[in-house]
């Protein structure tokens, strides 16, 4: 279980909550991981909204079937796989499920590098238009 939450920590760069198995019971993040392992191979996500913090057995069941198939689509073996039930129910299963998913895709599949966020991408932004600025001018000073 320990690992697990390394390996999910690391491919959605947040911290999870305490009780792993009822945060994934919801399928809110396994479908937040596939779409990182290859993005939108989940197109729709059911989340909870601040009126109802907990979503309903039926949306949190098409989740993880969501979640699932995206594991489906991206090469992940049918017997590899478990039952919605498994990861509904935090059963052990379910959990080495989407481990598996993790390994056969996430070797494959590197976080993306670009495009850059936060301050490192407008600074390699900012560099790249100087740059071109620099070239334009000294072209038509040249001329």
């Not at 729709?44 to 079937?65: C, D, G, M, Q, T």
Request: aromatic residues 6%.
């Amino acid at each position: 279980m320990t690992q697990l939450r390394q390996v999910l920590e690391s491919w959605l760069q947040r911290p999870l909550p305490e009780d792993l198995a009822e945060a994934l019971a919801s399928g809110v993040i396994l479908c937040q991981l596939a779409n990182q392992l290859r993005p939108r191979s989940v197109p729709f996500i059911h989340v909870p909204s601040p009126a109802v913090p907990k979503l309903s057995a039926l949306k949190a069941r098409k989740n993880v079937e969501s979640f699932l198939e995206a594991c489906r689509k991206m090469g992940v073996p049918e017997a590899d796989l478990c039952s919605p039930s498994d990861l509904l129910q935090g059963t052990t299963r379910g959990l080495r499920t989407v481990l598996e998913a993790v390994k056969r895709v996430g070797g494959k599949a590197l976080p993306p590098l670009w495009p850059p966020s936060g301050l490192g991408g407008f600074i390699v932004f900012y560099v790249v238009l100087m740059l071109l600025l620099y070239v334009a001018y000294t072209r038509l000073l040249g001329s």
